[in-house]
């Protein structure tokens, strides 16, 4: 129903900055939230960031709040993620899901998003 692509990532040193956009298509109207996620070698994909279908709501993890911001273009059914100040940790496979429908959710589980891209790497060197 919905397909997503990530593109953006790259290399960059610490301090620096990248931009990630998500690509939707389909049946984009359909997606109550985006967010990202990443998943760092040896480590279990973790939430990054959501905003919800209006741009009105969007929440952080603690790690990269101060730092990153999301954001969506709903005309163009493009999600953002603008990342300042990287630091080696950020470095990861950064991968945008989406929320199916409507409803009460846990933002951070895996699990309650339905459809995701392929992710884009980002490394940030020290």
């Known amino acids: 129903q919905v397909q997503l692509v990530e593109s953006g990532g790259g290399l960059v040193q610490a301090g620096g900055s990248l931009r990630l956009s998500c690509a939707a298509s389909?049946?984009?109207?359909?997606?109550?939230?985006m967010g990202w996620f990443r998943q760092a070698p040896g480590k279990e994909r973790e939430f990054v960031a959501v905003v919800t279908r209006s741009g009105s709501n969007t929440y952080y993890a603690d790690s990269v709040k101060g730092r990153f911001t999301i954001s969506s273009d709903n005309a163009n059914n493009t999600m953002y993620l603008q990342m300042n100040s990287l630091k080696p940790e950020d470095t990861a496979i950064y991968y945008c899901a989406a929320r199916g429908y409507s409803g009460s959710f846990f933002y951070t589980r895996r699990d309650e998003y339905h459809y995701w891209g392929q992710g884009t790497q980002v490394t940030v060197s020290s």
């Open positions: 389909g049946r984009t109207f359909g997606s109550y939230a």
